[in-house]
Structures are given as structure tokens and as C-alpha cells.
């Protein structure tokens, strides 16, 4: 547990808290394990808690009318989620999914709310990260909007894997991941790897993907980095 504290003591909102409150925190911390692709929370319920990803990986998606899944962003271990049902009493605007096997800790509104507000920081803290919510899913609308599809595929090669130019790397994202990822269909991302792939731009198998050309992923991603 000390480890989980560790890193807590870093993080926003609980950082401006003292080691007291911390330690008393973690004491009444609700620990729950889930498994792959069940949800922790679901979009349009009332959930009103944040979380510490003590392990594991997840992703916050949210769901059309017509049931097509996008997902926003990533969690890993050691972020905290803040329920936005938590500050507003409001259904969630997205669900909560686990990619792989994670520990969390959970509080409910009414264990953390009082620790918080009894510190004036962590309380601006909490609103700054639903604010940092809310310019990271602009940045996907912005996406959506200004870059073609093989643009935000190339976006999220170059920021999902960092292999060695020529060097492959394991190739763990599925093509339903990538899809949910960049908004399209699993086909479109599958020709678009190969289009890629029969430029010379990247080397990729089932297994493994490699960088052949990172100067022209980059350009089809509009980025400088």
C-alpha cells in the first residue's frame, strides 16, 4: 500500500493535500479489480466517484445515437479519475472501460468531498483537471474536423508506438482499437496500414510494425515532433 501512496502523494488535487489526509484516504479506500473490457462506469449513469488506477490501463469512450464508440482518451496507472457526477450530480457523458486488468481505489462523493474542500487548492485542483477533460476531447473534435483519416492514423502510430526507425515493435493494438481511436471502421484502418505499408512508410504483419519512414508518417499527421 505504500507504493499506491507514494504515488498518490504526486498526484493533482491529492498532492495539496496533506499526508494525513492521504493516509486517511487510502484507509477508507473502496479496492475493486476489473477485469478486461468491463466497464467501470457507464455513459448516462450517475457516478458520483473518483477512482486511483492503482494498476492496469483504461479508456474513457463515449457512444453515439447510432452506437459507434470513440474513444476520448487513456488512463494508466497512477491517474485519477474524477466522476463528473461527482462535482454535478449529472449523468456521466462517457463510460469508463478497462483494457486490461486494473486495481482501483475508489471514494464515493461523500468520504472525499469533505477531505477536499477542507483545502482550498485541492479543491481549484479538481476543476482544473475536469478542465484538462475538456480540452482533451477537443483536441479529438479538432481532430475530427481537420484531419482525414489517414492523418489521426498516422497520429496515433507516432504517439502510440516509439520503435526505432527500421526496427519493428510489437503490434498491440487490435484493428477495432485503432478504429474506436481515430472514429472509423476496422476496414478503413486495415487499408489504411496497407496504403501506408505500400508507400514504404512503415513495415507491418499481423504481429510487429516498424517505422520505415517517420518523416512522411509525421507530415500525413501534421505534426513537427
Known amino acids: 500500500m505504500q507504493r499506491n501512496l507514494d504515488c498518490l ?10 499526508e ?14 476489473y477485469r478486461p473490457d468491463e466497464y467501470v462506469c457507464w455513459q448516462g449513469e450517475v ?39 461527482l462535482v454535478d450530480g449529472q449523468p456521466m457523458p462517457a463510460s469508463l472501460e478497462a483494457r486490461e486488468e486494473a ?13 477536499i474542500l477542507r483545502n482550498a487548492e485541492a479543491a481549484w485542483d479538481v476543476s482544473r483537471v ?24 498516422a497520429r496515433l502510430l507516432l504517439s502510440h508506438y516509439a520503435p526505432v526507425d527500421d526496427q519493428s515493435a510489437l503490434r498491440d493494438l487490435t484493428l ?16 489504411t496500414l496497407h496504403r501506408f505499408a505500400d508507400e514504404g512508410i512503415i513495415r507491418v504483419s499481423r504481429v510487429e510494425l516498424a517505422f520505415l519512414d517517420r ?11
Open 130 to 153: 475536469l478542465i484538462c477533460y475538456m480540452r482533451r476531447v477537443r483536441e479529438v473534435i479538432y481532430g475530427f474536423a481537420f484531419h482525414p483519416v489517414a492523418g489521426r492514423l
Open 9 to 18: 502523494s504526486k498526484a493533482p488535487v491529492f498532492s495539496k493535500l496533506t
Open 20 to 33: 494525513r489526509d492521504r493516509q486517511q484516504l487510502m484507509d477508507c479506500a473502496i479496492e475493486k479489480t
Open 215 to 225: 518523416e512522411k508518417l509525421e507530415s500525413l499527421a501534421g505534426s513537427d515532433q
Open 47 to 85: 457516478w458520483p466517484y473518483a477512482a486511483y488506477i492503482s494498476t492496469g490501463k483504461l479508456e474513457w469512450a463515449m457512444l453515439s445515437p447510432e452506437g459507434r464508440r470513440q474513444v476520448v482518451f487513456k488512463l494508466n496507472s497512477c491517474d485519477i479519475v474524477w466522476g463528473h457526477s
Open 103 to 115: 486495481v482501483l481505489y475508489l471514494w464515493e462523493r461523500d468520504t472525499i468531498l469533505p477531505i
Open 176 to 191: 477495432d482499437q485503432m478504429a474506436d481511436t481515430v472514429g472509423t471502421t476496422r476496414e478503413l484502418v486495415s487499408r
